[in-house]
């Protein structure tokens, strides 16, 4: 009887631990007492192999299925101009993803940000949720829309970047078909046109298409959303979170690699002028718009890649956005060690002339980045 009492708390406390696991095995409890101590042995071995096969199943173990990484740049920088001479060091950005694979069909993935300057320590950059059918894809929850590419060879954000990304929660889907790729998304929002509710009333589309070979990079897309407002940059302009009347917005970009060299060209819009009293241009109502053109050429030096690049970007009728008129960039990017990157690059911008309500000045930044990877 010791026996069997014994082997009968072993067996509880395996059948105990497999239920999580599988739960089809909880029906073995019922019928533990009646059996004798060769079967309940036997019984004992079954469950210890596939509680064994579960907890060792490479689909299932957890190391396979979650992947975290992340990013960190210091930069060190000087600024000469008019009223605008000083120098930093900064922690500039610290990223710290983590990303699950829940099953053949859900991933998951989570993105922790911290930006030096900017008002919170920590955030939550995305938080999403996504779903995967062959060509068929959906998004759900925190997240980068698909609206502008924002490709760049340099350390600063390109103008681009600064008018037009937009981070919010929202749903997507996508398709994709040899080389075409395709988003459409919903999302409320922000900002609230005047005399309209709040709601999910913001949309969003993208089209595409990409080609990729050892010796060449074709991108092309032309992305449109029905309230460029809702950008970042935009969105943080309105401080009262709401306008006359909304705006779209419509972004297009190239980008093409042959063997070193890589040109990126984009271009984003508002597709019409807004409101004077949102925002203006020499007492009218503004359109603003800006672009990003950039040269770029990569090489082996000592083993490891360096990239130099050049480029221009403007900015029209974006006075009030705070943006420069033009902005001339040269800079360069080495691949030092395994992900460790060393950049730098020399930035001079200028600010609309006096006429069109600006400063006419023209700022030189040159700029340091060493930045880590994992």
Do not use: C
Not at 151 to 168: C, G, K, R, V
Not at 173 to 187: C, K, S
């Amino acid at each position: 009887m010791r026996k069997t009492y014994k082997t009968l708390a072993t067996i509880s406390s395996l059948i105990l631990l497999a239920m999580p696991v599988n739960a089809v095995l909880a029906e073995d409890i019922e019928h533990v007492a009646l059996l004798s101590d060769d079967v309940l042995e036997s019984r004992i071995r079954r469950l210890e192999s596939q509680l064994s096969d579960k907890i060792h199943n490479s689909d299932d173990a957890l190391t396979d299925r979650i992947v975290f990484s992340g990013l960190l740049e210091v930069e060190a920088f000087q600024t000469d101009g008019p009223g605008a001479n000083f120098s930093d060091i900064n922690l500039a950005t610290v990223e710290f993803a983590i990303g699950a694979k829940i099953n053949q069909h859900v991933d998951a993935r989570i993105l922790l940000l911290h930006e030096e300057g900017e008002p919170q320590d920590i955030v939550v950059d995305e938080g999403v949720i996504d779903l995967h059918f062959d060509s068929v894809r959906f998004s759900a929850g925190r997240q980068y829309l698909p609206f502008g590419h924002f490709d760049s060879h340099f350390i600063s954000d390109p103008l681009t970047l600064e008018m037009a990304e937009t981070n919010d929660t929202a749903i997507t889907a996508g398709y994709d078909l040899a080389g075409f790729y395709t988003a459409a998304y919903i999302f409320n929002g922000d900002i609230v046109e005047a005399g309209e509710t709040d709601g999910i009333k913001q949309y969003g589309v993208q089209l595409g298409y990409a080609l990729e070979s050892e010796s060449m990079t074709v991108d092309l897309g032309i992305d449109y959303i029905n309230n460029l407002s809702e950008s970042d940059g935009l969105s943080d302009y309105f401080t009262a979170s709401a306008v006359q009347e909304n705006v779209a917005g419509l972004a297009l970009h190239a980008l093409f690699r042959v063997g070193g060299w890589n040109v990126i060209a984009e271009y984003i819009t508002a597709t019409e002028s807004y409101d004077v009293n949102d925002i203006s241009f020499k007492g009218e109502g503004a359109q603003p718009s800006t672009y990003n053109l950039e040269l770029g050429y990569s090489f082996i030096v000592a083993g490891k890649e360096l990239t130099l690049a050049g480029g221009i970007q403007g900015a029209d009728e974006s006075l009030d956005l705070g943006a420069p008129e033009q902005r001339y960039m040269v800079g360069a990017n080495w691949a030092v060690y395994k992900q460790t990157y060393l950049a730098v690059e020399y930035l001079q911008s200028e600010d609309y002339g006096v006429s069109d309500g600006g400063t006419g000045d023209t700022r030189n930044t040159l700029t340091f980045q060493l930045a880590v990877e994992f």
